[in-house]
């Protein structure tokens, strides 16, 4: 008995948490329930059912099976249904007519060829990708009803009355379901495909900031590794639980596409497959998060005083990053264009101050001068990943007098001997303290390779605001 | 007329095609227009008929609807139909019963109302996600039969023959699908995994094999990076060809491990989820290539002449890399268990050599000295990643008194000071070499990595054949 009520216990909570994760499953739930019960009216009140007769148990079939989670599912599904009963009604239609003319056994011998040529040549488009992508439901209800009209004409006289009678259910159905997902309590495939494009990049700012606190955090390192270990067992790292939604989004953000193009809300926008791109682009960021969590998994040896002497700066730059990533979640959020010259958006200015704080830190600067040149290699690769686009001229807001800057474009440009060669040649490399650098320099490697990428998020979220139409920035809708 | 005899070749063209891609297509198209005519023949043959009746429409429907691609697939609907009708017959006959007591009027708000609680209820039910996963399909044909029976027994009286005939004609129909799914030409889902995971391997090691072949390549570097960018344009590189099917694999891994779980070719396996975790390694093996890719669009500054000097240590790395993914691919594909002690398992012994030949090159270790530190220091975070387990014990095979692994070790485990100092003191650095060879640590430092990845592959597939009670290694397999 107390094993039953600990079940019993458990269930409930089960039932209270699937409720409480997202509120418009109980009311989809409820929607279905009302739609079935104003279907089963067709049948159950004697006038409606002298009109309709037998034929109204189709309605209810087609409620069961078109009423969807969210109002394009349903669009998709409701149109697909109606378009292949049609085309079959049609088509059997024709059929008939020849078969008709025939005698018994030929009639029952054209009518299983009939079946046959048909079941198998639908069955076969079936597989073509753009058919599957957009009809596969139709053409199913396509052959499904094709076959019940030419096997029952066989039995029945009237089958012009059955094809009539059963599309006119069918209408009848689809059009409860559309009337209660369109108008009551909707729930948008778009609205979907929208705020999981903004979660994303929350989940991205956010994995990004947990990596930077808990790479430069002071716990002890034995514990930290534990902690990372406790985490990959179970999978509840928040760093994963960040960027693990972005890399397995592929077929869930196509589904969630493929269904908002159909629905009216958003017709004109024809945005969808804008947000797929996306979505394409997020994942390859994601890609290099990865990367900076296996940096994090491996990074036990860089000493805690390597560490302390970068953590401002690298911590600037992941500030200036996750802000961004913030912004452009802020900007698809409010479907306002991005601007890339908000005034926060400072971030290759930080990548400046990081590579600045690395040469004016004099130890390290002395000790491991390599390392700069590290980032100074990383930075050049940076730019060349951009291929074509000039690092400096696309950033109006640098400071185009500042030495250092000019020093690196120097060097970027021409790969100047002279003035790294002089100040390389009076310092003593001490290799130990540049193997302890090393694994910070691939974590750096790693921050400037994500500025870059980040760069063609940002070109695809612009890209965005074009297409959806989003409203013009605003200075005043930075306070929202 | 030209164009319509264009638009008609290029159809035609397009419909060879799809067929060409996968024969089993047209297997499975004409295996459903048989179903289709076998199923009809209840309805047209009279003996038959006057058996069964009217109903054996449902038989028509139930092939429709059942008859999937995989044979995993159709038993996984064929079941999930067969029990939600059952269930439901049951409830509706249950609700029948109590209704049936009361007058018309109380019958019909009766039958209101219990339709509305199963619909609302059966809906909430389908957002459990074990649910979903497994019986999602039958829950709907629960519903549906359900308001079938029950809203339908109001006007007829035998519900009971009606739930009766239902179900003996579905199961009529599930037979037929059974049938010419398991019998004839079948095609299973676990066969389609199976061979999935041995198509990755082998994607991968391409991938691997043309990104190395193209750092190294002598031609003209403008004609590489042009041909770099027509690539990423029309997305038909080889490289990414190679592994964009394991990127993208999750949600087609675990539909077909869903399906192959019903399969009973393979029930007493149950090794399906460890094809899916294999895929889950393997994504992560992939995104590190997806770097790889990365540092060779962005190589372009690494001059001929650092990359000739490693040319062969690199190659023969990646070669021993590629050749454990197609030993390992090998293994799967026989069924047999993958035995790490292979005689041409010598990876970490090519890892070695790298190590080795870049201490040999005179004039690199004079001016790029630190270069070899990066490698060492990788490797150092290499071993670091496999956390517990010891690098040199798991590999037997490695002869022990070579000097230059001793001394690696010697490094790993004490950082030792004096092996380094000296040899980097007497060495006048030049730091532009050294910025040139910069990109070529960053390859090689992802060659490391994926060293490191592979042994976690080679964990998952050696779990996979214990799993999978494949067959012992036995040396005559490796001829074939």
Redo the contacts between chains.
């Keep these: 008995v107390e094993k039953m009520k600990r079940f019993g216990r458990l269930t409930c909570r089960?039932?209270w948490k699937?409720?409480k994760e997202?509120k418009r499953?109980?009311i989809?739930?409820?929607k279905?329930?009302?739609?079935?019960?104003l279907v089963?009216?067709l049948?159950?009140?004697e006038p409606l059912?002298k009109g309709i007769g037998?034929n109204a148990?189709w309605a209810?079939?087609t409620v069961?099976?078109v009423l969807e989670f969210t109002t394009g599912a349903t669009l998709y599904k409701g149109l697909n249904r109606g378009l292949g009963t049609l085309l079959a009604g049609l088509l059997a239609f024709l059929i008939e007519r020849i078969a008709n003319e025939s005698d018994h056994i030929f009639h029952?011998a054209f009518?299983?060829?009939a079946?046959?040529?048909v079941?198998?040549?639908t069955?076969?488009m079936r597989?073509?990708s753009h058919i599957k992508k957009n009809y596969d439901y139709g053409v199913?209800i396509f052959?499904?009803t094709f076959?019940?009209i030419t096997?029952?004409s066989?039995?029945v006289d009237s089958v012009l009355k059955i094809a009539h009678e059963r599309f006119y259910t069918i209408a009848i159905g689809c059009g409860i379901c559309l009337l209660m997902s369109l108008f009551i309590f909707p729930i948008w495939s778009g609205e979907d495909l929208h705020l999981s494009t903004v979660a994303k990049f929350d989940g991205l700012a956010k994995s990004i900031e947990v990596c930077i606190n808990e790479y430069f955090s002071d716990g002890n390192i034995n514990q930290q590794?534990e902690k990372v270990?406790k985490y990959s067992m179970e999978m509840e790292d928040p760093i994963y639980k960040g960027y693990k939604d972005v890399?397995?989004s592929?077929?869930s953000d196509e589904t969630l596409a493929l269904y908002a193009s159909w629905e009216p809300r958003y017709l004109r926008s024809c945005s969808w497959q804008q947000y797929v791109k996306l979505g394409t682009v997020l994942?390859?960021f994601g890609?290099?998060i990865?990367?900076l969590h296996?940096c994090l998994?491996?990074e036990?040896?860089t000493p805690q005083s390597v560490r302390v002497l970068f953590k401002d700066p690298c911590n600037r730059l992941a500030r200036e990053v996750t802000k961004t990533l913030k912004e452009l979640s802020d900007s698809i959020r409010n479907r306002r264009k991005y601007c890339s010259e908000i005034p926060s958006n400072h971030v290759h200015e930080a990548l400046q101050d990081l590579i600045d704080a690395l040469k004016s830190q004099p130890r390290l600067f002395l000790s491991t001068?390599?390392n700069t040149?590290?980032l100074?290699?990383l930075a050049?690769?940076a730019t060349?990943?951009k291929?074509g686009k000039d690092f400096l001229v696309s950033l109006p807001s640098v400071n185009n007098d500042d030495p250092a800057r000019l020093g690196l474009s120097h060097v970027l440009k021409e790969?100047d001997?002279k003035i790294?060669?002089p100040t390389?040649?009076k310092n003593?490399?001490?290799?130990?303290e540049?193997?302890e650098a090393?694994?910070f320099a691939?974590f750096a490697?790693l921050l400037v390779?994500i500025v870059a990428r980040l760069d063609l998020v940002i070109e695809q979220v612009v890209e965005l605001g074009r297409v959806a139409q989003f409203k013009e920035y605003s200075h005043d809708d930075v306070v929202i």
């Excluded at 279905?32 to 019960?37: E, N, Q």
């Excluded at 003593?428 to 130990?432: A, E, W």
């Design positions: 089960k039932i699937v409720g997202d499953r109980v989809h739930s409820l279905v329930g009302i739609s079935l019960s089963s009216l049948y159950l009140m059912f037998e148990i209810v079939m069961v099976v029952a009518i299983g060829t079946v046959f040529l079941g198998a040549v069955t076969y597989f073509f199913v052959l499904l076959n019940l096997v029952s066989y039995r590794e270990k890399l397995d592929k077929s994942r390859h890609y290099t990865v990367a296996g998994q491996t036990i040896k001068n390599s040149n590290i100074l290699a050049t690769l060349r990943q291929s790969g001997k790294l060669r390389l040649s003593g490399i001490t290799s130990l540049f193997l090393l694994p691939a490697s390779e």
